[in-house]
């Protein structure tokens, strides 16, 4: 019903940056935030940044500073702008977004296949 696809990761070298992209598409009747997550390899995932309908956004503490996210309300976007990347960045960035959809579904959890971002040092 709903589609979630992330874009924009790649191998860059440390200092660097990136713009990670994520677009949702389908039944959608309204989105109510959107985030982003990363794991890496060995790694549990972990919370990046969120986004509200609103504007209103939120960070994990490691990457405030670095880490900048927006949407495009009229695009089902939501992007990441990372700077300063480290080799410690290099994981599968997932996004994800609440959802209610014209089909009836109330505010679920959906998820993109992610994105890999690898920094080399």
């Known amino acids: 019903q709903v589609q979630l696809v992330e874009s924009g990761g790649g191998l860059v070298q440390a200092g660097g940056s990136l713009r990670l992209s994520c677009e949702a598409s389908?039944?959608?009747?309204?989105?109510?935030?959107m985030g982003w997550y990363r794991q890496a390899p060995g790694n549990q995932r972990e919370f990046v940044a969120r986004?509200?309908?609103?504007?209103?956004?939120n960070y994990a503490d490691s990457v405030k500073g670095r880490f900048t996210i927006s949407g495009d309300n009229a695009k089902n976007t939501v992007y990441l702008k990372i700077d300063s990347l480290k080799p410690e960045d290099t994981a599968v960035y997932y996004c994800?977004?609440?959802?209610?959809?014209?089909?009836?579904?109330?505010?679920?959890?959906?998820w993109g296949q992610g994105t890999q971002v690898t920094v080399s040092s």
């Open positions: 389908g039944n959608i009747k309204s989105i109510h935030n």
């Open positions: 994800n977004a609440i959802i209610s959809t014209t089909t009836g579904v109330t505010q679920r959890l959906w």
């Open positions: 986004i509200t309908s609103g504007a209103g956004t």
